[in-house]
Structures are given as C-alpha cells and as structure tokens.
C-alpha cells in the first residue's frame, strides 16, 4: 500500500496587543539525523559535517541533531516509520533498505552493474538519481533523496575455509546476505547456499561454523572483527554499497526557499564526505586483514567475467519481476559515464 505523506501545517503566530513592539528571537528549527550505525561510521562522519555546514551557513536559523546507534529508532523498519511521519527529519537507506518501499529499487544491487567508484559516483551524480527521486516521491511520497554517499565500500566475499577464486569455488558453500531477494539470489546463482543472518549475529555464526563466509565491504568485516575466522577475501565487486539519504518531503517543504538551498549543499558535502571515508578507512582494513592472516585476491578480467556470466539469472529474475525499464535507464547510465571518463582522460593525457 503506497504511503502518503501529510504536510505539517504551521501554527498560525497569535499577534500580542502590546502598547510597545516586542522582539523575539526566532526560534531554531531542529533537524533530527538517525542511524543505526556507531560513531566510528561514516555516516557519522557525513553527518557532522552536514551539521556544521547547515548551521554555519544558516547562522543559527537551522540546528541539527545526531542519533547514531540506534538512539531515536531501534531498527531500520522503526525509523522508516518515524521518517515517513515526519516524527524523524533525515534517515539513511541502503539499497536494500529502499526496495521495502519501493520493491523496483532493487536494480541498484544488481550484481557486477558497476564496474569502479567513479563510474558508481558519476551515475549516482546524474539523471538517474533524479528520476529515481521522482519515482519515490510519486510512488511513495512522504520521502525526497537528498543524495547518495556510500555505507562501507564494496560487497565481497569473503570465506573462512576455502580461497574463492571463481564462481565454481562458491558451490556449496552457505555465505551470510542481507534478507534480501538480489543477494540470495546472487549466493543461489553462483551454487552457494545463502543463509540470512542478523548483523548482531555474524560473528559467531562465523566463528561457529553456521555460515562459511559473508558478503560484506571490508570495513565493515574489520569493524567486526570477522578476520577472527575469515581467512580468505576476493575482491570480486559484485555490489556498490550506496548510501540513500532522505529527509521527509512535508518537513522539508516547510522550510524557507534560503534553507532548502543551505540543506541542499549541506546533503552535497555529506555526500562526498561518505564516499571519500570508506576509501581512506579501507587502506587500514586491509592491512589489519592481512596481519591477523587472511589472504586478499584481485580477480582478473576474465575471472571477473565469469563471475558477471554466472549472476546473469539475477538480472532475468529482476525483469522477470520489474520490468526492464530500470535495467536500462542504469546500464545506459554507466555507459555514459564510462565515455566521460574515457573522454576525460583523453583530453589530459593529449
């Protein structure tokens, strides 16, 4: 059932019968940011520098609040629910996360769709984020995307026992995924056995043997500690962990045209602050990695294409249940952002 957003009407301001004119300070309004993850993330990073952008660049007008770990919602159905009532002003998806509200949002997990961070980058900085936008607004519409940083990296698969070096090494073995249709469908076309697992859960469900491996960006296996039992990591890529930063459409309405402007470039300078973070956390993560032992693989091109030959039953799975019209709008999306960057680098390599 779609949900509908309701506007908050302002309270009309009661004109005072003074003989003498009063001046009052207008008051701040607070904008609330929740997450589920620590301090240590960089959505917390982000949202920092948000804050001291907003505020800053309002002069006080605007305040944001910060609720990291859980603080305002305890689960991701709790805040969705906050934020889609206006009780909650911003809140952050993964792509996953955005498919409960909008199933066809999947596309952005379809496996091996990026090929680097700057082609990643470049798409979500163009059309496509916009018309993906407009399509919740539409189909939704108590939510706006602001932007699209990034939660932790790279999905890959890492393993505790057995090196995978190409999709024949996955068959049989049971990975961890998120509850979601793409990913376990990607585990089931590779041959593996996915088994859904709660985050809080993973370590020892590793450390156990319940699970044989995970599918998880690096930064968040060394925040966890999962190098305790996993002792092998392709870098096989095979999902882009795109951050989806919202605020609610009724709250962000009621603000001044100045004040969307100053939130606007406040979500923009969060947005490279997310992307950038990852990338810097990671150079540590591997080392810590590899110093607790585990072995680290770079595929080659034709191991990659293997990979991207065997997870072709996920994407007919997709059109089989969406349509292609997302599948196109995002293939065609890369492969224009491919050409800028090849052109790009023609230009300064002449």
């Known amino acids: 059932m779609k949900v509908r957003w309701k506007a908050l009407v302002a309270a009309s301001a009661v004109g005072l019968a003074c003989t003498f004119p009063v001046v009052q300070a207008q008051e701040a309004t607070t904008l609330k940011i929740a997450f589920l993850g620590s301090e240590e993330d960089e959505d917390y990073d982000g949202s920092l520098v948000f804050k001291s952008r907003v505020e800053s660049d309002s002069n006080g007008s605007l305040a944001v609040e910060i609720y990291p770990n859980?603080?305002?919602?305890?689960?991701?159905?709790?805040?969705?629910?906050?934020?889609?009532?206006?009780?909650l002003d911003i809140f952050i998806t993964t792509n996953g996360g955005l498919a409960g509200w909008y199933p066809p949002a999947q596309f952005l997990d379809l496996p091996y769709l990026f090929p680097n961070d700057a082609v990643a980058e470049c798409v979500f900085d163009g059309p496509l984020t916009a018309k993906l936008r407009e399509a919740v607004l539409n189909d939704v519409g108590a939510v706006r995307l602001m932007a699209i940083g990034n939660?932790?990296?790279?999905?890959?698969i890492a393993t505790t026992e057995k090196p995978v070096r190409s999709p024949a090494d996955v068959e049989g073995l049971k990975l961890r995924t998120i509850p979601a249709d793409i990913q376990i469908n990607l585990v089931e076309a590779l041959g593996g056995s996915p088994t859904p697992i709660a985050w809080p859960e993973v370590y020892t469900s590793l450390a156990t043997g319940v699970v044989d491996g995970t599918k998880n960006g690096i930064t968040d296996i060394v925040g966890m500690q999962f190098q305790d039992s996993l002792n092998y990591l392709?870098?096989?890529?095979h999902a882009y962990m795109g951050a989806m930063w919202w605020i609610?459409?009724?709250?962000?309405q009621g603000l001044s045209d100045e004040e969307k402007r100053i939130v606007y470039n406040g979500f923009q300078e969060l947005k490279w602050t997310t992307r950038k973070m990852p990338k810097l956390k990671a150079v540590e993560a591997y080392e810590k990695f590899r110093e607790a032992g585990g072995e680290i693989y770079s595929p080659t091109e034709e191991e990659k294409q293997a990979f991207q030959e065997a997870a072709q039953p996920v994407w007919e799975w997709y059109e089989e249940n969406f349509g292609s019209e997302w599948i196109d709008a995002a293939t065609s999306a890369v492969t224009d952002c491919e050409t800028q960057l090849d052109e790009e680098f023609a230009n300064f390599s002449k």
């Open 70 to 87: 859980g603080r305002f919602c305890s689960n991701e159905d709790e805040c969705s629910e906050a934020l889609l009532d206006g009780r």
């Open 151 to 156: 939660t932790g990296g790279w999905r890959n």
């Open 234 to 237: 392709i870098l096989d890529g």
């Open 248 to 252: 609610n459409e009724g709250n962000y």
